[in-house]
C-alpha cells in the first residue's frame, strides 16, 4: 500500500490543508521553482507536494515542508 499525505490537519489552533498539484501549479506557488517537489504556504496555510511523485518520495517531501510549517507557526504564529 502506498503512503498517502492527509488532506487536513490541525496544528494548533488552525487547519492546514495538503494539495497535491500539477508541476505548473507548483510553479505558481514557488516563485524561484528550481525543481521544487513542494512548497509551504503561510498565508494560505496550505502545503503543496508535487502529485507526480513516486510514495516514498513524496512522504520526505511531506514532512520536510511539514518542518517549514511548524517552525512558522511556532515561531510566527
Known sequence: MSWRPP??????DKWVEVRQVSSEELKDVVADND???????????????LKTLPSSKKQRTYYHEMLHCLIDLFLDP
Do not use: E, F, Q, V
Not at 7 to 12: D, G, T
Not at 42 to 47: A, E, G, N, Q, R
Open 7 to 12: 488532506k487536513r490537519l490541525p496544528i494548533l
Open 35 to 49: 525543481g521544487a517537489l513542494g512548497a509551504w504556504d503561510h498565508d494560505t496555510l496550505t502545503i503543496y507536494l
